[in-house]
């Protein structure tokens, strides 16, 4: 074991880029691998190199954290970069800057956790208290500044709707990130310390007390579902570089309608379409509105209702009483007569926009200066005053969560009145990445979480319905075609208030984290 210490304890190029390394090789454990050993001992060997070094005078742990962290974040984020090729050749050169600096900016809040720990960590029992408190820390600071972007928090590793994956139905995402990190600081102790049987076996005897309330929580589920509701999920392939191609954008409208009548629409009573499957201004698509009207009126005295994601236009008045044009990303349901005639029955605006996809940070200030977004949108788009439910025709009360909104756990502070939630996406920005397998993964907890089914529609990405337990009861894959007819769940509501969970972790780190720095310098 000295050779290892040594091995953690070396200054020069070739221990941060070992570093490095093992945070890319982390990216094993998450979907669509889920081989969250790997991400364990690697995290463990990363919190190993911490506690050699922190007891080294004149050891940067900043950067033995920063260069670690860098490898994790690339690795999770990545494929952002495909957004940039999507879109054309002239978006490419910003492609590296962009990704790095994304991985970087989160990248440095681990690296200050780890210079944290060095100055107030302490040994033994008191440096796996720091550890993860400083990191949980860390990670609940970058799910909320600057709007934050909780992607792949260390929990995720575990699939959606596994055993180990029903505790964050108790303590959420971040709690089950926190005891990740538990775990991980303790096999640290064991590689580095004379302190083995104990950390060793909190660190075996966790996990397997996780996954056993997990086996029989699901062992006690009884999934039932809505009678008089049936739904059509309707997924088309395509590149989204595809959508610049007039012809080709056609053809691809022309597919999206012709799969939703396909046989078995009598029976359907809503039908849905995924975020991207239209581009621009749906509802002043007067072409687009004819033709729906046509093919689902034409046999059907109920149509079904119509929902689908589109941007919306409204006129607002600026700061300056002057009249302008206000564009907003909006879940939409359609409703026909049985003359065809159709009407917007209610919508739901997001949020939580994309920074640089959907919005240009700044105020306007970039956007004068000739910053444009990867969304081809005509300005920046306006975000929601503050999510809502909604009542869409002939369904419970439900939380639209559009794109990556369904990544923010807690984002519906009065989510307990829903019945399920509708997630419409574009994941074809992203190709054959990893990041529509990650996205359909962390969706899957918010259902964990709340106890809500979610119906998922996605173009280019996993699309399906998943029960409260997180499980996908069906579902189509990214290079799938088709339609998906299936009903809605009944909500179980098992779940705890998420706001005030994540809250309270915060709190209880801080605490630990506050006391063993007092005690350290006591001592």
């Known amino acids: 074991m000295s050779g290892l210490a040594a091995f953690f304890a070396m200054r020069k190029w070739r221990a941060h880029l070992i570093l490095f390394v093992l945070g890319l090789l982390a990216i094993f454990g998450f979907a669509p691998f889920h081989a969250w050993g790997v991400t364990l001992l690697s995290l463990s060997l990363f919190f190993a190199c911490l506690l050699v070094n922190n007891k080294q005078a004149g050891v940067s742990v900043f950067w033995a954290s920063l260069c670690y962290a860098l490898g994790y974040f690339i690795a999770n984020t990545y494929w952002i970069g495909s957004a940039f090729i999507e879109r054309g050749p002239e978006f490419v050169p910003l492609m590296p800057p962009m990704v790095l600096g994304l991985a970087m900016s989160m990248a440095s809040l681990w690296a200050l956790a780890g210079k944290m720990f060095q100055k107030y960590g302490g040994s033994g029992w008191r440096a796996i208290i720091s550890l993860t408190g400083l990191f949980t820390l860390a990670e609940i600071v970058r799910g909320h500044i600057f709007g934050g972007l909780p992607w792949n928090l260390p929990g995720y590793m575990f699939e959606a709707g596994g055993p180990i994956s029903q505790v964050a139905a ?12 538990a775990v991980s600081a303790c096999l640290a102790l064991v590689w580095t310390s004379g302190q083995k049987i104990v950390p060793a076996l909190v660190a075996g005897v966790v996990p397997v007390l996780m996954a056993g309330f997990g086996f029989f929580r699901v062992s006690s589920s009884d999934i039932t579902y809505h009678n008089d509701i049936n739904f059509r999920l309707v997924q088309v392939q395509f590149k989204q570089s595809e959508r610049f191609n007039p012809d080709r954008n056609d053809e691809i409208m022309t597919e999206f309608i012709r799969q939703s009548v396909s046989p078995g629409i009598e029976d359907i009573t809503h039908l849905i379409w995924p975020e991207g499957a239209v581009r621009g201004l749906a509802l002043e698509n007067a072409d687009l509105m004819r033709t729906m009207s046509d093919v689902l009126s034409r046999d059907d005295d109920t149509p079904p209702v119509w929902l689908l994601d589109t941007l919306r236009h409204e006129y607002a008045r600026n700061a300056s009483g002057e009249i302008q044009n206000v564009y907003y990303n909006s879940s939409v349901a359609i409703t026909f ?4 005639v159709p009407a917007v029955a209610a919508s739901n605006d997001k949020r939580r926009l994309v920074p640089f996809g959907e919005f240009i940070p700044g105020g306007g ?11 081809p949108n005509l300005t920046s788009l306006t975000p929601a005053p503050e999510k809502t439910l909604v009542a869409f025709p002939g369904l419970p009360v439900v939380s639209a969560r559009i794109c990556y909104e369904i990544i923010f756990p807690g984002l519906m502070p009065d989510l307990g009145k829903a019945e399920w939630i509708l997630n419409q996406s574009n994941d074809a920005w992203y190709g054959s990445s990893v990041g529509p397998h990650h996205h359909a993964n962390i969706a899957a907890y918010r259902a964990i979480e709340t106890g809500l089914p979610i119906v998922r529609s996605t173009s280019n990405g996993i699309s399906g319905v998943i029960d409260p337990y ?23 509501k098992t779940g705890q208030p998420t706001r005030q969970i994540t809250c309270l972790i915060a709190l209880f780190c801080l605490i630990g984290v506050t006391v063993n720095a007092l005690v350290r310098r006591a001592g």
Do not use: C
């Open 170 to 181: 108790l303590i959420n995402i971040y709690g089950l990130t926190a005891i990740v990190f």
């Open 337 to 340: 007569t049985a003359e065809g």
């Open 365 to 375: 200030i970039l956007e004068d200066l000739g910053a444009r977004t990867i969304v």
């Open 470 to 492: 997180g499980r996908y009861i069906r579902h189509m894959l990214p290079d799938s075609e088709g339609v998906l007819d299936t009903a809605l769940p009944q909500a179980q």
